[in-house]
Nanobody, 129 residues
Framework: VQLQASGGGLVQAGGSLRLSCAGS???????????RAWFRQAPGKERELVAA????????SYADSVKGRFTISRDNAEKTVHLQMNSLKPEDTAVYYC????????????????????WGQGTQVTVSS
């Protein structure tokens, strides 16, 4: 499984960005079988969950710091997961990583790094004040 993150960049506070994570490399499964998530890591800090979506799409998880501002979703082809980020703040500055796992049930809530088996390369988001 390969994950490719894109969409990062430099934006002013209050602005918006949309991150995308494209999946490829599956032989016997589809990306509908995978739970997906976005994590981020700011300089000097540990990597933290930003948002996660279960493979059923019914279970969504968000960090308290992004609730009401960020939205995670899948596209119709189900290979790509997006993170719409609105009302960005300087504290959102970080490298954002997408992740995937097939563990658990359709409605599993996976919010820990160790829950995820596949990771993208990261995309830098910088929010200026």
């Amino acid at each position: 499984v390969q994950l490719q993150a894109s969409g990062g960049g430099l934006v002013q506070a209050g602005g918006s960005l949309r991150l995308s994570c494209a999946g490829s490399g599956l032989t016997f499964r589809t990306f509908r079988d995978y739970h997906r998530a976005w994590f981020r890591q700011a300089p000097g800090k540990e990597r933290e969950l930003v948002a996660a979506i279960s493979r059923s799409d019914r279970v969504l998880s968000y960090a308290d710091s992004v609730k009401g501002r960020f939205t995670i979703s899948r596209d119709n082809a189900e290979k790509t997961v997006h993170l719409q980020m609105n009302s960005l703040k300087p504290e959102d500055t970080a490298v954002y990583y997408c992740a995937a796992t097939a563990r658990g049930t359709d409605n599993s809530r996976h919010i820990r790094e160790v829950d995820y088996d596949y990771w993208g390369q990261g995309t830098q988001v910088t929010v200026s004040s």
